[in-house]
């Protein structure tokens, strides 16, 4: 009986079988979030010399991973539609956080009014002429043409990590930088207006009194202004527990503040039914104008970096393996002019207007006007609104979408970094 046993072949899920060829999904998830954390702490260095980004690179491995049909799963939008919406979310308020931890500049109207014109006229040209292309040029209905338009508006604060300001007390700040970073810290909440409008323009609500008169109190009115006091009050109330109480950050502080400010920022405003991307980007630089000074932010920005960093590239490689298995199979050549117009013309051209009569130089406003990265904001926007409204079949919105991040993730990922360093030389030759 014992002699026929140890005869008897193994099972292949058995782990002792020696089975090389049987891979577990769950085993090979281990081994490619180990891929991405050492992608994410070791290829900043090694691209330095490199026209490429990490951001490309993780791109480019996730449709290679999975083109292999080595996994089974298919990290397609369309199919996790909730998923994609609770995913890019999180990614984005701690992105937030960080972008405002490190703004050295006070708030003020005259040291911001870069941030103000890009808000004021930039953003609202675009949403313009992004639905237009999109009803025109695509034919979509009007509610799915102001949703490309209105997802298509904010630039975006977690891919643009090369285009912004340096760490706290870096002084790595100058005028595009700061303006490319605050831009993108608050243009995130206001293009949710835009999605309501969408949304209610799906259901109908365009033609009557009540859902105007709704859209423009409430989801214009009320919650940017709840976003704001709710992101003052978690601001100022966790700034003065760090910076004024007797125990200070050096008892009470750990790197872990900024998660926890994050989260319970952009709760707070979700249960008053504020925009919590406001809330969270106003919470943190209200902590930094607590203490501004304080080496203490350096800390919580490095950890929300940390974080950050992973969360994106897991989620470029996603978006890479979605890339693989179809998302832009219903482009069509249309589809792929459009989506060029809007990231060579579209927001360059609105951007220059934006800046217009300004007292920059030429170079920087056209930098400010053409480094508008579009990115994970604007997929939450594509899946919040489609999760909330009735817009029908979306295949060609995914992949346009799509698109349009693709070709924002190459052109700016291969120009930023050189653009920017050639601003530098020549600022640094003049001051000479």
């Known amino acids: ?10 099972r292949p899920t058995d782990p002792d079988s020696g089975a090389l060829l049987t891979l577990d999904p769950y085993i090979l998830f281990l081994l490619g979030l180990g891929g991405v954390v050492l992608l994410v702490s070791w290829a900043p260095v090694g691209l330095k010399r490199l026209p490429l980004t990490l951001a490309i690179l993780c791109v480019g491995l996730g449709v290679l991973v999975f083109s292999t049909g080595l996994l089974s799963f298919n990290p397609d939008p369309r199919t996790w539609d909730t998923a994609t919406e609770r ?3 999180l990614v984005v308020i701690i992105s937030l956080m960080g972008a405002g931890l490190k703004l050295d500049r006070p708030l003020g109207w005259r040291s911001w009014s870069t941030t103000w014109r ?13 639905a237009w292309l999109g009803w025109a040029g695509m034919g979509f209905s009007l509610a799915m043409a102001l949703l490309l338009g209105a997802a298509m508006a904010p630039t975006d604060p ?76 978690v601001g100022k109330a966790l700034g003065h527990v760090m910076f004024r109480s007797r125990r200070g950050p050096s008892r009470l502080g750990d790197a872990l503040i900024a998660l926890a400010a994050t989260l319970i920022a952009y709760a707070a405003a979700e249960v008053i039914h504020g925009y919590g991307f406001l809330a969270v980007f106003v919470c943190a630089v209200t902590i930094r104008a607590s203490e501004r000074d304080h080496e203490f932010h350096q800390a919580m920005h490095d950890f929300s970096d940390q974080i950050e960093r992973l969360l994106i590239m897991l989620l470029l490689v996603l978006f890479g393996g979605a890339l693989a298995n179809g998302l832009l199979s219903s482009l069509t050549w249309t589809d792929a002019l459009i989506g060029l117009a809007v990231v060579l013309v579209v927001r360059p051209v609105a951007g220059l207007i934006a800046m217009a009569g300004s007292e920059h130089p030429w170079r ?4 400010l006007a053409f480094l508008g990265i579009r990115g994970v904001g604007s997929v939450y926007y594509v899946a919040y609104g489609l999760n909330h409204g009735d817009f029908g079949d979306s295949e060609r919105l995914w992949a346009i979408v799509g698109f349009i991040i693709l070709v924002s993730i190459l052109v700016h990922g291969v120009t930023a970094a050189p653009l920017l360093q050639r601003l530098t030389r020549r600022r640094e030759a003049d001051a000479g």
């Open 1 to 10: 009986m014992q002699a026929a046993l140890l005869a008897a072949p193994r």
């Open 158 to 233: 977690v891919l643009a990590a090369d285009v912004q300001v340096g760490p706290p007390r870096s002084g790595d700040e100058d005028e595009v930088r700061f303006g490319l970073t605050s831009e993108a810290g608050l243009n995130d909440a206001l293009a949710f207006p835009f999605v309501h409008l969408a949304i209610l323009a799906a259901a109908g609500g365009l033609a009557t009194q009540a859902g105007l008169a709704d859209w423009f109190g409430i989801k214009v009115g009320w919650k940017l202004l709840a976003g704001l006091g709710a992101g003052w009050l």
């Open 118 to 130: 890009l808000l004021a006229v930039a953003m609202p040209l675009t949403i313009a002429a992004v």
């Open 87 to 89: 995913l890019t979310e």
């Open 364 to 367: 920087e406003r056209l930098l």
